[in-house]
């Protein structure tokens, strides 16, 4: 257990619709990452967060974006969802450069 | 922009044998992170090891070590005394001091018993 949580653990919805996916770092971390994770593919980096504000972004969509509040948990927003947007969504946490993944959110969209 | 390469898209190994798996990236930037990540069928994604690029150093965790050539961009890594537990997919990230993370496609490696 690497003190990361997300929620939910899975997720299934229609094309079109708009969902939220939650993410609580590890005690102490600042630092939180997003990735996306398609069926059989390595993971793609979408933004970063450091102590609520944004640090690095990769390729996010326009169609997704990400808030880190000030208790330091984190939202990942996916809009107008499409068939090629299922895959395993991860949040990670860390103090430094080392980043901490939690379990993931697998994301089925219909 | 940095990328990471693992040309081994699949590896086998024997129960108690040594494997060494292979990564290499490119950057201009001098001061940078490199880790491994392990991904059993859990999907669940488990620190190996980091390898900070301004130590000479070789990282080394228990079963597993790193090789680090930093001129020649390369950072493998060597599991000793395999087990089956080791199953799993293996990814090489970079990651800069600031800015965005990189991971490699993967190394799906099996331990036979």
């Known amino acids: 257990d690497s003190g990361v949580t997300q929620t939910p653990k899975h997720l299934i919805t229609a094309t079109g619709q708009r969902v939220t996916l939650r993410c609580s770092p590890r005690s102490g971390d600042l630092s939180v990452y997003w990735y996306q994770q398609s069926l059989d593919q390595g993971l793609q980096f979408l933004i970063q967060y450091y102590n609520g504000e944004e640090r690095a972004k990769g390729n996010i969509l326009e169609r997704f974006s990400a808030q880190q509040f000030p208790d330091l948990h984190s939202e990942l927003n996916l809009s107008s969802l499409e068939l090629g947007d299922s895959a395993l969504y991860f949040c990670?946490?860390?103090?430094?450069?080392?980043?901490?993944f939690g379990p993931g959110t697998r994301l089925l969209v219909l | 922009a940095q990328t990471v390469t693992q040309s081994q898209p699949e590896m086998s190994v024997q129960e108690a044998e040594t494997v060494t798996l292979s990564c290499t990236y490119d950057t201009s930037e001098n001061n940078y992170y490199l880790f491994w990540y392990k991904q059993p069928p859990s999907r669940q994604m488990i620190l190996v090891i980091r390898?900070?690029?301004?130590?000479?150093q070789n990282a080394t965790e228990n079963r597993f070590s790193v090789n680090f050539q930093k001129a020649a961009k390369s950072f493998s890594l060597k599991i000793s005394d395999s087990q089956l537990g080791d199953t799993a997919m293996y990814f090489c990230a970079f990651m800069p001091l600031v800015g965005k993370s990189t991971f490699g496609d993967g190394t799906t490696l099996t331990v036979k018993p």
């Open positions: 990670a946490s860390g103090q430094g450069e080392t980043q901490y």
């Open positions: 390898q900070e690029a301004y130590k000479q």
